[in-house]
């Protein structure tokens, strides 16, 4: 408000009330003078003139007087706005300084003396300005690792407050008709950048696109080339060429549309075109052998081949031929020799302490 009654009381006191004539009166070039080429100069009134006639005009006149009388109350309202600003101002600049008081450097020291006791200690002046260190600060790594531990608590108070709110948008899931025949597949990585973001995926089967024979869906597989999958009847192909998931996947769109126009064209049907499986590796499928599955006549032949081996097993226990283990073994230990008796009288020599190998040079 004091700006807009500034900017009024200046333009009341510069605005100056001169004659206009009439608009049918023919104007001169400039205000001339009898006897002479140039025009007659005029220098504009200052605002003490200008307040002096409204003084002497304010006797007789009174709008002269109601002006005189606003211009003054004006000036006083500004001056005291001035003054208060002025106030709230200093006030909230002491405020702000008792708050924050200001922060003095360190006198600078005095340069040490090089001796023998001060080598290698920093300079004074190298240390100007700086804060006292009180080796108190973590290193890097563990920033990175407080750093780390934000981010996953940034993305649990997520998954534990927004990530519920989510439900209220799901729909239930509605599995793909006859209707809609392409598969999109898109990869995302979850608000992160990456290059590999933009692709776009196509599959489809030519067995369900609609409204196409028999021939023609031959030749939409031999038009598809090296993206159609012979073992599994799929067309795949992908684009990546644009910026945004939406200009890839319009892309692929209008590329099936033209390969729909081409399949229908009846002028060639490519039936003399075989088709071109080069690109497909077959991998072999093995299946378990008819010959190993378990029959009954199979199962009857190994019962009867274990009964038997059983029975030829009692026959031997009872003619006492049959070999215990566990006995073979405790008689093999007792007749086992003490290992220093079976020793050689070379291996027994070389043993003792008083005396030295020999050694004996071996050719390999």
Partial sequence: MAAALQSFRFAVRSCNCRHISPWHVAKSVGRGREFSTTPQRWMAASIEEIEERLSKAAATNRDAAEYMRVSKETEEELAALEESMQKEEEES??????RHPPYVLPLRRKRLKDTFMNM???????????????????????????????????????????MPLLSKLAKPFQPPTADMPLRFRYTTYMGEQHPAEKKVVLEFTPADMPDLTDIQRDKLRKLAGVRWNPEEDIVKMSCEMFETQAQNKRYLGDLVDKLLEE???PT??????????????????????????MTEQRRMELDQYRQAIAEKDEQIELAEKLVDGIKQIEEGLAKREPIRESLPDMLLGARRPGLKGKKVSVRR
């Fill in 93 to 98: 600049r002491q405020r702000y300084a008792a």
């Fill in 120 to 162: 290698g200690d920093p300079e004074p002046w190298e240390e100007e300005g700086m804060l006292d260190d009180d080796h108190d600060d973590m290193t890097s790594l563990a920033h990175g690792e407080l750093e780390q531990h934000r981010e996953m608590r940034h993305y649990a108070r997520l998954a534990a407050w927004e």
């Fill in 268 to 293: 060639d049907t490519f039936e003399d075109v075989p088709f071109d499986t080069r690109h497909h590796h077959f991998k072999p499928k093995l299946s378990f052998p008819e010959e190993w599955n």
């Fill in 263 to 265: 399949a229908r064209d």
